[in-house]
C-alpha cells in the first residue's frame, strides 16, 4: 500500500474508532493473526458495525449471525465472485435449489461413509512415513495430504495428479482472499485455467466410460429431465476441490494447535475417544476454519436496531459468533465435552456445507491417528497463521514428537 493510502487509511479508521469506540480492518496482519479480541471489542461496543474500510456491515453477535445467514430473501449470497457465477456459493433460489439437488445426487453419504474406513488408512501410512527424529511441520506431514489424497479419491483423480490439484486449490482459494496481490490474481487465472483444462478432460473421458467415482454420477445427475451443464460441473468440481481441501486442512492444523495449547484437553481426549465427536465440534468452534461470510442486503432492513439498507455489504462473522459468551459460556476456553447450541462453523440455512460430514469424518480420523500414533508431541516453534481474513489456518506447524 503506498504512503498515501496508508494515511488516507489510518483516518478512516480513527473517525471509525471516534464515532464507535472501536475499528475494523480488514487488511490488517494483527487481525489476520489473532481476529478474536477484535471481535470480542465488536461484539461488546458495536456488534453491528459499518467499517468504512471494507464498506461492509460487520455483524458478530451469533444471533445475528444467525439471521443474515439463514434469510436468502433479505441477504442474498449472489455477489461478484472470482468464479462463475453458476456456483453454489453464489446463487440464491431457485438456481441453488437445483444445483444443490444435482450434487446431492452424486455426493450421497452413502459415498461419504464407504471413505470412513479408508480415511484411517490414509492417516495410518502418512504417519507411519514420518521420521521421530527430528522435528517435523503437521502441515505439511499430516494437514496437507489427507485431505488432498480424500477428494483425489472421491473424484476418481490419479495420484500422479495430486501435487498438482493441492497447487491449483491453493492458489484458486487465495481467490476470495481481499489481501490477495497482482501476481497472486495472475496466478488464480493461470491455476484456474489449468484446473478446467483437467476437469474437461475427465468429464469427456466419464462420459465415454463411467466410473464409480463423483464425477461419473455428476455427468449422470438428473433433475427435472435437466442435467448439469459443462460450466456448472466446472464450477462444483472446483468448489468440491477447494472446500474439500482448504477448509479441512485449517481444521486439522487449528484444532491440533488448539489441542496443544490446551494439554489437559489433549490428555483427555486421548485417555477418552468416545469424546472424539464432540471434540471436532468444539476444534471447529474454537478456531474456526472459516472466519467471515459475504452477504448483500436485498431489501431494507433492521438486524438488532441497526437499519440496513438495499445494496450494502454484510460480512457475517463465523469466527465471532462461535465466540459469543451469549450462546458458549466461556468462550475463550476450550472444552472438548462442551454441549448446547450447535457452532456456525459450516454455515447455516440453504448454504450449509454439503461437504460437513465429510470434513469431520476426516477431522476425526486425523486426530484418532495423531493423539493415538504420536506421543509426547510438543511445539517445537511459533506457529505461523497465513495473513488471511476468510479462511484461517496454520501455515507451518512444527512439533517433536515420538512415535508409540
Not at 511459533?382 to 501455515?395: D, I, K, N, T, W
Request: aromatic share 6%.
Amino acid at each position: 500500500m503506498n504512503p498515501a493510502k496508508i494515511v488516507v487509511s489510518g483516518f478512516m479508521l480513527g473517525v471509525e474508532r471516534f464515532q464507535t469506540g472501536v475499528s475494523y480492518n480488514p487488511l490488517s496482519s494483527r487481525l489476520h493473526r489473532n481476529p478474536y479480541p477484535t471481535y470480542e471489542r465488536l461484539r461488546a461496543r458495536d456488534p453491528v458495525h459499518w467499517s468504512k474500510l471494507a464498506m461492509s456491515w460487520i455483524v458478530t453477535r451469533y444471533d445475528d449471525v444467525d439471521i443474515v445467514l439463514r434469510n436468502p430473501k433479505i441477504f442474498s449470497n449472489e455477489r461478484s465472485s472470482y468464479d462463475t457465477p453458476r456456483s453454489l456459493l453464489t446463487l440464491d433460489p431457485p438456481d441453488h435449489t437445483r444445483l444443490r439437488s444435482l450434487m446431492s445426487q452424486a455426493f450421497t453419504p452413502a459415498s461419504v461413509h464407504a471413505l470412513s474406513e479408508r480415511m484411517d488408512d490414509i492417516v495410518s501410512e502418512i504417519l507411519a512415513e514420518l521420521d521421530f527424529n527430528s522435528p517435523f511441520d503437521v502441515i505439511e506431514s499430516i494437514a496437507y495430504p489427507l485431505p488432498i489424497i480424500v477428494i483425489s479419491e472421491l473424484l476418481g483423480v490419479r495420484p500422479d495428479d495430486r501435487h498438482s490439484f493441492a497447487r491449483w486449490s491453493a492458489d484458486i482459494a487465495r481467490s476470495i482472499e481481499p489481501t490477495i496481490s497482482r501476481n497472486e490474481s495472475h496466478r488464480v487465472e493461470q491455476s484456474r485455467d489449468a484446473l478446467n483444462q483437467y476437469f474437461s478432460n475427465v468429464i469427456e473421458e466419464r462420459r465415454r466410460q463411467p466410473e464409480d467415482d463423483l464425477i461419473s454420477r455428476l455427468v449422470q445427475a438428473e433433475e427435472g429431465g435437466e442435467k448439469l451443464s459443462h460450466e456448472e460441473m466446472l464450477s462444483l468440481l472446483r468448489l468440491l476441490l477447494i472446500a474439500g481441501n482448504e477448509t479441512t486442512k485449517n481444521l486439522i492444523g487449528n484444532g491440533l494447535l488448539a489441542l496443544l495449547r490446551n494439554p489437559d484437553e489433549l490428555e483427555r481426549l486421548r485417555s477418552d475417544p468416545s469424546l472424539m465427536e464432540s471434540a471436532v465440534e468444539e476444534m471447529l468452534r474454537f478456531d474456526s476454519p472459516v472466519q467471515v461470510d459475504l452477504r448483500t442486503v436485498v431489501e431494507n432492513t433492521l438486524v438488532g436496531s441497526t437499519e440496513m439498507s438495499s445494496g450494502q455489504r454484510v460480512l457475517a462473522v463465523i469466527g465471532a459468533a462461535n465466540r459469543d459468551p451469549e450462546a458458549f459460556p466461556d468462550p475463550n476456553s476450550l472444552d472438548l465435552s462442551r454441549d448446547g447450541r450447535p457452532n456456525m462453523s459450516f454455515g447455516r440455512g440453504i448454504h450449509h456445507c454439503l461437504g460437513a460430514p465429510l470434513a469431520r469424518l476426516e477431522a476425526a480420523a486425523a486426530f484418532k491417528g495423531m493423539i493415538h500414533g504420536l506421543k509426547e508431541i510438543s511445539l517445537e516453534k511459533a506457529p505461523r497463521f497465513r495473513s488471511q481474513l476468510v479462511l484461517r489456518g496454520v501455515e507451518s506447524l512444527i512439533v517433536k514428537a515420538n512415535g508409540f
